[in-house]
């Protein structure tokens, strides 16, 4: 039997009736999953908070950020959850020794329901303000949301991943306890970062490694060091700053096979003519980590001065070595 892939995309079929997964139809209102998985939600003390959409304006209630699933598909994400929970409760040792695809799938769960549920109100508003007019999504996400989405079915579906990986996943030692859930997405490019219980994550979803590979000489210089938070708050910055830098969109080859699919990524490079990332600016990295540092109460005049390059918590301005993080007196 060939084998069955879903893309919602195609048409926007984005409905409680319809598996978000596998595009079944379900029978109740009651087939569904958080999208935060529920260990999170109660662990967190979560679900009554509100969840700030893309429009920085709408809030939702982390417990009614579902997806309709079939029972398939819940109970695929439990397993994964439950496997995910073990290592991060074990700390950043158990995470590292997680197989990336594992990573890619539970984090995709978290960053796709986000786009899930932004869509859905566009789609509503759209309706509300002219239900003749139909709401459009430009080429270029239906393009990417529709990719990650075909690869998240590899969650039920056998689908192989080529050599290449079509993500960017990079983990760090980080000064975070048990009590805290540092979460940030940003899903037009598909970034993420997770701060918890000693370990951070930083990741690009579909970059075919790009973003990762721009940063390996920083993610080299902190080697197994425990980040200050503010240092790790910087790494996560590079990585949104720079795959929002890159001119080229990610391409794969999809092989439907008989009895599985493969995914195989195609590298990303410079050409003499055509760079994979465009100018870096300063200015503008300085007014990202303003976002990221709004914690310690810095903004973007602290961070910059015109013509110095922005001030760094990860390398010595003039060395370009590590900072220590046993050097850093921000409270944490």
């Known amino acids: 039997m060939p084998i069955s892939l879903f893309n919602p995309f195609e ?3 984005l409905n409680s009736a319809t598996c978000f ?3 079944v139809d379900l029978t109740s209102v ?4 958080t ?3 529920g260990w999170i939600l109660d662990r967190f003390s979560l679900r009554e908070k509100k969840f700030r959409m893309m429009d920085q304006v709408t809030g939702i209630r982390y417990d009614d950020l579902k997806l309709p699933a079939s029972s398939e598909v819940k109970k695929a994400f439990e397993n994964l959850d439950e496997e995910i929970k073990k290592a991060f409760d074990s700390g950043f040792a158990e995470v590292k020794k997680l197989p990336e695809e594992r990573l890619f799938l539970w984090m995709s769960r978290l960053v796709y329901g986000v786009v899930y549920h932004d869509l859905c109100l566009q789609i509503n508003r759209s309706a509300k303000r002219d239900k003749e007019k139909e709401f459009k999504l430009s080429a270029l996400l239906k393009e990417r949301f529709g990719k990650l989405h075909l690869m998240m079915q590899s969650l039920i579906v056998p689908i192989e991943f080529g050599a290449l990986k079509p993500w960017s996943i990079r983990i760090v030692r980080l000064k975070y306890s048990k009590d805290t859930f540092n979460y940030k997405d940003e899903p037009t490019n598909l970034n993420f970062s997770l701060g918890l219980n000693g370990f951070g994550i930083v990741a690009c979803l579909q970059d075919n490694g790009a973003v990762g590979n721009s940063q390996q000489d920083i993610i080299d210089k902190i080697s ?3 980040l200050h938070p503010i240092q790790f708050e910087e790494l996560c910055a590079r990585f949104l700053y720079a795959n929002y830098l890159m001119k080229k969109g990610s391409q794969h080859i999809v092989q439907l096979l008989e009895e599985k699919v493969i995914i195989e990524s195609i590298p990303l490079a410079d050409t003499p003519n055509d760079p994979l990332f465009g100018r870096w600016d300063d200015n503008m990295f300085a007014q ?25 918590f990860l390398e010595n301005d003039y060395t370009h070595e590590f ?3 046993e050097s850093i007196t921000l409270p944490f």
């Open 288 to 312: 990202v980590l303003a976002g990221y540092w709004e914690p310690w109460g810095l903004i973007k005049s602290d961070i910059i001065t015109l013509p110095d390059a922005p001030i760094s």
């Open 21 to 23: 997964l596998t595009g």
């Open 224 to 226: 197994d060091k425990e």
């Open 323 to 325: 900072i220590e993080p």
């Open 11 to 13: 048409t926007l079929h």
């Open 30 to 33: 009651d087939e569904q999953i």
């Open 35 to 37: 999208v935060f998985p």
